[in-house]
């Protein structure tokens, strides 16, 4: 039976309940059709970049879905960033609110404890997020990354535990894959987890955990086979508790942007897991992590592409408004200039992570798109934020700004979810690979 948030929901997204996240239904609709049967608009075309009712993957439906995302980010998630920047976390409540509002678990099928939404609905979440400039919480992580391991690998049991749980933001996810001495090469790791009976004990450090501090449950990466052949052949992944003993949680990191998200090292000494924590495949988890990343790197293009137009009606307001040399800035032609420019590369990457979207939606996205998505955006959107904050001036410098914010948090777009360097490298790969 589904819950009152699951059935809400749906009833905002009629027809796009999915058994998977990842292998989607296609849409109801014509592509570039409404439910009436008129095309609808581009982004680009509408009076801002932000207006409703526009891009061809989406329908009235999502758009009265996308109003009730939108209603309770500007109302009730944006006036508490500058609160969680202070304390440098969200409060857990918050978690919870997100989950009574059914922005948690969106696209993870109803059978398991998810929303049972498709991957559109869970990308219109993160969109609103970037447009409402909400850094914190780190809803992707939790419901876009960690939450389609336990639906993919997890057994029925792990599913029930958790998955429920997370979806309610009663339960709080991170993924420990980073450590000191690895971070794009996940193969370098040196926690470990050794059998002892039917247990497992791990030892190792993470650091860069988002969500670390506040997490309940770890999707922990550990070498489990050191003498593998192969590093990638000899590495698993375990569901480890926050109160397991011998987990202990290091600094919340102090971080350039991105404030607001609890960022931490954690370490586990002599943790003691059941059998049972292990997540799919003794030894398949560098192969589950390669899986899972296409969706990972595109709902990171999909916050940065939202965010760069964001960004851009902001300035546009601001140019608008502010006075100089006794006119607006917007009446300087290397304004307007620089404005088209912006809006220019803003609308073409749009349609790029728009048809990136589409097929994900129906299971079709592959990885060297996602990787170019990735790129894309994120070194579109520190771009952007750069060329934004020059045209706010002096104002642009002041942390208290919008502009400022966004500029921060926009840097390490480029880095977490596998470097813009490492994209480039897999982009090629598959470019010169024998046809």
Not at 95 to 119: C, H, R, T
Not at 135 to 159: F, N
Not at 167 to 194: F, H
Request: charged fraction near 25%.
């Amino acid at each position: 039976m589904l819950s009152r948030v699951q059935s809400r929901v749906l009833s905002l997204s009629r027809g796009f309940a999915t058994s998977s996240c990842v292998r989607q239904q296609p849409l109801e609709v014509s592509q570039g059709q409404d439910g009436d049967g008129e095309v609808r608009p581009a982004a680009a075309q509408m009076g801002t970049m932000l207006d409703i009712g526009a891009r061809s993957i989406f329908t009235a439906d999502h758009d009265m879905f996308r109003e009730q995302v939108r209603r309770w980010m500007k109302d009730r998630l944006a006036p508490l960033q500058n609160s969680f920047e202070e304390n440098g976390q969200p409060s857990k409540e918050i978690w919870k609110e997100m989950g009574d509002q059914g922005m948690l678990g969106v696209s993870i099928p109803a059978e398991v404890g998810g929303i049972g939404a498709s991957f559109l609905e869970e990308a219109i979440v993160a969109e609103e997020m970037s447009y409402a400039n909400c850094a914190s919480p780190a809803m992707a992580v939790h419901s876009t990354i960690c939450m389609p391991y336990l639906v993919h690998y997890g057994t029925k049991e792990q599913q029930d535990r958790y998955v429920p749980a997370m979806t309610a933001g009663e339960c709080v996810a991170s993924v420990g894959m980073t450590e000191p001495d690895a971070g794009s090469d996940l193969q370098g790791i040196r926690t470990n987890a050794k059998r002892d009976g039917d247990d497992w004990i791990i030892n190792g450090s993470k650091i860069y955990i988002t969500n670390g501090w506040l997490t309940d449950c770890c999707i922990l990466v550990a070498k489990t086979k050191p003498d593998a052949k192969r590093a990638a052949h000899g590495i698993s992944l375990f569901l480890v508790d926050a109160d397991s003993k011998g987990f202990h949680k290091g600094r919340k990191l102090k971080k350039l942007g991105l404030k607001g998200q609890d960022t931490a090292e954690l370490f586990l000494e002599d943790v003691r897991v059941p059998g049972n924590a292990l997540l799919g495949k003794e030894n398949g988890g560098f192969y589950q992590l390669m899986e899972q990343l296409p969706q990972e790197r595109l709902i990171i293009a999909v916050h940065s592409a939202a965010h760069c137009e964001a960004m851009f009606e902001e300035t546009r307001t601001w140019v608008t408004q502010r006075k100089a040399f006794g006119r607006t800035v917007a009446d300087l032609q290397t304004v307007q200039h620089k404005l088209a420019e912006l809006k220019t590369s803003i609308a073409v990457c749009r349609a790029f992570i728009d048809q990136c979207l589409d097929l994900h939606n129906v299971g079709k996205l592959d990885g060297s798109m996602a990787s170019m998505a990735k790129y894309w955006a994120t070194d579109l959107e520190n771009k952007v934020a750069a060329d934004c904050l020059q045209l706010h001036g002096g104002w642009g410098f002041m942390w208290e700004t919008s502009i400022a914010k966004s500029y921060a948090d926009a840097r390490v777009q480029t880095i977490y979810g596998g470097t813009n360097e490492i994209m480039k490298e897999l982009i090629a790969r598959d470019i010169v690979k024998p046809q």
